[in-house]
């Protein structure tokens, strides 16, 4: 744990890092975790909790934090190939 001074320097602190993978914010306050979850420069931001898993949903980092995504459309587009077909019948 790292004592701020308020939600600004711990957004910053947070950001001033080569990695992004996951973050969390608490709070009790909707509009104030929206703003942060926004700004956070993580491929995964909780509010209120950490770690809770959804597989519908992209699982990745940014900056130096992992190699794409998993789960999700994004991660099943990996194994995928787009092909257009245009037919005049």
Same mark, same amino acid.
């Given at each position: 744990?790292?004592?701020?001074?308020?939600?600004?320097?711990?957004?910053?602190?947070?950001?001033?890092?080569?990695?992004?993978?996951?973050?969390? %914010?608490?709070?009790?306050?909707?509009?104030?975790?929206?703003?942060?979850?926004?700004?956070?420069?993580?491929?995964? %931001?909780? %509010?209120?909790?950490?770690?809770?898993?959804?597989?519908?949903?992209?699982?990745?980092?940014?900056?130096?934090?992992?190699?794409?995504?998993?789960?999700?459309?994004?991660?099943?587009?990996?194994?995928?190939?787009?092909?257009?077909?245009?037919?005049?019948?």
């Amino acid at each position: 744990l790292v004592r701020v001074a308020d939600g600004e320097e711990a957004l910053r602190l947070a950001n001033d890092s080569d990695f992004g993978l996951t973050a969390s %914010v608490w709070t009790r306050d909707l509009t104030q975790a929206l703003n942060y979850t926004d700004r956070l420069q993580a491929g995964t %931001v909780w %509010v209120n909790s950490h770690t809770l898993i959804d597989a519908n949903l992209p699982f990745g980092g940014m900056k130096q934090s992992g190699t794409g995504r998993d789960f999700g459309p994004d991660w099943l587009d990996g194994w995928c190939e787009t092909k257009s077909v245009c037919v005049r019948y």
